[in-house]
């Protein structure tokens, strides 16, 4: 009998803002796979979870194309789905209110006859972890351990940790606001490798219809990569979809730990590639380079341990803002502390005014303030930051 093998289907999306041309990808990626019908029935509950995280359309690359989920609802209603839900929770400290109306959800949800769910809101309930090894027990939403099919559908973008966010990723989005925290705590490959042992999705469909480059997963520039793929085994999707944007799966800390740790194959040599040859999508995306330590080349010196997205994201949107409107000035000469597992630099390692970004490094603070001789300290409070006027705080006074 001939071993299994993972199968992924690979496609090419012309426009990815006409949506016939985008439900016309869909249908055939899904068909390379066996087709919806061998994974959605006629009366199941569905729940997609896309990525829509931040409060920026796809056209950014930083959530996925609405037209992608939009062709997926179309689909799946078709097999006769008897209700379709789609969820998600935006990353820490942004409304997924927000987020939903950025992209547009709201307008659509009405036409297409889908439940809206916010992750923040929605029940949750404590399920043990089998095997876990960042943590044994996990809060998940009830919906998703309701669901009869849940369908993931990230983009596919560079991210400054990982180097690229992909199927198992984007589960992230279905958890609680403070075990998102936690899992930069935990250990971030393991604690995503541990998440899918209790949420794994029946089917992933990674939208690279447009994507992420550069800065991901929030600050890139758009990749229009023009391709989607699809796989029931998540592992070997997003050891594929690393191919396509030119990253070696190997380099995915939590591709090869999913694969240990039996959740699926990551190694391209197991997988079958239905469709369009990766060689022929395939290009190297740029990466993320924005590296908080390279800004010592600027005389800004950064202390930055254990930090969460939220914290992360903040801080990144902060630096290109002022490299924007040439203000990066205000950092230059001074010292910055952020993240959960940051401490107090040494004394002789603070440069100008100590700037300690969210609450996590509010002790920090008061250590610092306490100190002879106490540096300028600025504090900017949150968890994290949020509508502060941050530049005024770091002007001189
Ligand atoms: S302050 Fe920042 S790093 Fe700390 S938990 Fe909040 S968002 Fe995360």
């Given at each position: 009998m001939a071993a299994y093998r993972a199968l992924v289907g690979v496609t090419r999306c012309g426009d990815p803002n006409d949506f016939e041309t985008v439900l016309e990808a869909t249908g055939e990626v899904l068909d390379l796979i066996g087709g919806i019908r061998s994974i959605v029935s006629?009366?199941?509950?569905?729940?997609?979870?896309?990525?829509?995280?931040?409060?920026?359309?796809?056209?950014?690359?930083?959530?996925?194309?609405?037209?992608?989920?939009?062709?997926?609802?179309?689909?799946?209603?078709?097999?006769?789905?008897?209700?379709?839900?789609?969820?998600?929770?935006?990353?820490?400290?942004?409304?997924?209110?927000?987020?939903?109306?950025?992209?547009?959800?709201?307008?659509?949800?009405?036409?297409?006859?889908?439940?809206?769910?916010?992750l923040k809101t929605a029940e949750m309930v404590a399920v043990p972890v089998p095997c876990g090894k960042a943590f044994h027990r996990l809060h998940v939403p009830r919906a998703i351990l309701e669901a009869d099919v849940v369908v993931n559908v990230?983009?596919?973008?560079?991210?400054?940790?990982?180097?690229?966010?992909?199927?198992?990723?984007?589960?992230?989005?279905?958890?609680?606001?403070?075990?998102?925290?936690?899992?930069?705590?935990?250990?971030?490959?393991?604690?995503?490798?541990d998440l899918n042992k209790v949420a794994y999705p029946d089917l992933t469909v990674l939208d690279g219809t447009i994507g992420m480059e550069g800065l991901g997963p929030a600050h890139g520039e758009p990749a229009n990569l023009g391709v989607m793929l699809a796989s029931t085994d998540t592992v070997a999707a997003d050891a594929i979809g690393s191919l396509v944007m030119g990253i070696d799966p190997g380099e995915v800390e939590y591709i090869g730990l999913a694969d240990a740790q039996g959740?699926?194959?990551?190694?391209?040599?197991?997988?079958?590639?239905?469709?369009?040859?990766?060689?022929?999508?395939?290009?190297?995306?740029?990466?993320?380079?924005?590296?908080?330590?390279?800004?010592?080349?600027?005389?800004?010196?950064?202390?930055?341990?254990g930090s969460c997205s939220g914290c992360r994201h903040f801080m990144e949107t902060f630096i290109s803002n002022l490299e924007r409107t040439g203000e990066l000035g205000l950092l230059v000469g001074n010292t910055i502390v952020f993240g959960q597992t940051a401490s107090m630099p040494q004394r002789g390692e603070i440069r100008g005014k100590l700037i300690?970004?969210?609450?996590?490094?509010?002790?920090?603070?008061?250590?610092?303030?306490?100190?002879?001789?106490a540096p300028e300290v600025i504090y900017i409070p949150g968890c994290p930051p949020h509508g502060q006027d941050v530049k005024a705080m770091l002007k001189p006074r």
């Open positions: 006629a009366g199941d509950i569905v729940l997609i979870k896309p990525n829509v995280g931040f409060k920026k359309n796809h056209l950014t690359g930083a959530t996925t194309n609405i037209n992608v989920v939009k062709a997926l609802s179309t689909i799946i209603k078709g097999v006769g789905a008897r209700k379709i839900i789609i969820a998600e929770g935006a990353i820490v400290g942004t409304s997924t209110r927000d987020t939903f109306q950025a992209n547009g959800y709201y307008d659509i949800a009405g036409e297409l006859g889908v439940e809206l769910l916010d990230p983009v596919m973008k560079t991210h400054d940790a990982l180097p690229v966010t992909l199927g198992l990723k984007n589960m992230k989005g279905i958890i609680r606001e403070q075990d998102k925290k936690r899992f930069h705590k935990w250990g971030l490959s393991q604690a995503i490798v959740l699926g194959c990551g190694d391209p040599d197991e997988i079958n590639v239905a469709g369009v040859p990766v060689s022929e999508v395939a290009r190297k995306v740029k990466r993320h380079t924005l590296d908080f330590s390279d800004l010592i080349a600027k005389d800004i010196h950064v202390y930055e341990s300690l970004v969210g609450r996590c490094v509010k002790d920090v603070a008061a250590a610092a303030r306490s100190g002879q001789p």
